[in-house]
T-cell receptor, first 115, second 111 residues
């Protein structure tokens, strides 16, 4: 199993541009998450999904959109990129939200800079 | 609003030492607490998950305890090794299926 994969690894955007961060998991997990990590800070939840076709906002959803058309994929869309969106973005997945199967598995991250 | 604090922010110890990392949280109404390891430039790896009904979990040289009523967890690392050098994050899950993360403890184990 590849686990959770993310593309691209690095990206530089100009202010106002848009892009999609890709996330794929091959563990057949129902739950998927997007986090951002700013320097010296903990991770903050952007959006999450409990299954295909179902998404919900996290703590910091403004400026982002998500979709979940399949179990495997959970892309994160940035519209009108702003310098405040400069961060490292992590995708994660878990089997359920109960018990030990709640363990979240993380991708390697996408480092995004908006200039 | 849940807040998670980790102390110390950074720690440097000689190889072989036993050490304790601390995590505190403000809202005791949690479902579970997880400890993660993060290596530079990489994602997070889950180390231990303690459910709210449990007091501790062990994996190899790692032992994590949870005192929900006082809002505290500790991660104990026995016989530390240079390969343990990383940032350790704790995260608590409350309502709404959301993890709240601490800012981490950066650990360096020196030869």
């Amino acid at each position: 199993n590849a686990g959770v994969t993310q593309t691209p690894k690095f990206r530089i955007l100009k202010i106002g541009q848009s892009m999609t961060l890709q996330c794929t998991q091959d563990m057949n997990h129902n739950y998927m998450y997007w986090y951002r990590q700013d320097p010296g800070m903990g991770l903050k939840l952007i959006y999450y999904s409990v299954g295909a076709g179902i998404t919900d906002k996290g703590e910091v959803p403004n400026g982002y959109n998500v979709s979940r058309s399949t179990t495997e994929d959970f892309p994160l869309r940035l519209e009108l990129a702003a310098p405040s969106q400069t961060s490292v973005y992590f995708c994660a997945s878990s089997r359920t939200d109960r018990g030990q199967r709640d363990t979240q598995y993380f991708g390697p991250g996408t480092r995004l800079t908006v200039l | 609003k849940q807040e998670v604090t980790q102390i110390p922010a950074a720690l440097s110890v000689p190889e072989g030492e036993n050490l304790v990392l601390n995590c505190s949280f403000t809202d005791s109404a949690i479902y579970n607490l997880q400890w993660f390891r993060q290596d530079p430039g990489k994602g997070l790896t889950s180390l231990l998950l303690i459910q709210s009904s449990q007091r501790e979990q062990t994996s190899g040289r790692l032992n994590a305890s949870l005192d929900k009523s006082s809002g505290r967890s500790t991660l104990y690392i026995a016989a530390s090794q240079p390969g343990d050098s990383a940032t350790y994050l704790c995260a608590v899950k409350g309502g709404g299926n959301k993890l709240t993360f601490g800012t981490g403890t950066q650990l360096k184990v020196e030869l």
